[in-house]
């Protein structure tokens, strides 16, 4: 797993003594790790993605398999785009099988929901795949 945390403090003096302090916190997070013989691989800029949505990913992946024993890898992207009350909290699922690869993402404010929601997304695209 690799978990990245960037801090950059800069301080701008203006007129006599008073200063401005600039601060940005970025964090990185991407791991990847092999389940079930399946090889996950998260994508989270500007997140950190807890224990709970990594067990809830584990939990989707065991969904995902009663439909297909062919899942050679899945890509997990998790994002917020934008600023304070503009931000936009994103997911996204690839699952790589034989032929074409299958992708859902959603919007929301709740990682495991749409953890969830992706993932059903994701089981109606391989239930059409096998027909």
Not at 19 to 31: D, E, G, R, V, W
Not at 36 to 62: M, Y
Request: with cysteine; net charge negative.
């Amino acid at each position: 797993m690799l978990s990245l945390q960037i801090e950059w403090y800069a301080i701008f003096v203006q007129r006599g003594s008073h200063a401005i302090t600039h601060h940005l916190k970025l964090t990185i997070m991407n791991y990847t790790e092999h389940y079930r013989g399946i090889k996950i691989d998260v994508q989270a800029p500007h997140v950190e993605v807890d224990e709970a949505v990594q067990v809830e990913l584990r939990s989707c992946i065991d969904k995902l398999v009663r439909f297909t024993h062919d899942i050679n890898e899945v890509n997990l992207y998790i994002n917020i785009e934008g600023n304070g009350g503009a931000a936009i909290s994103k997911l996204g699922m690839r699952v790589a099988i034989p032929g074409p690869d299958i992708y859902a993402d959603e919007d929301g404010d709740n990682w495991i929901g749409m953890l969830k929601s992706v993932t059903d997304k994701n089981i109606r695209q391989l239930q059409k795949v096998k027909k």
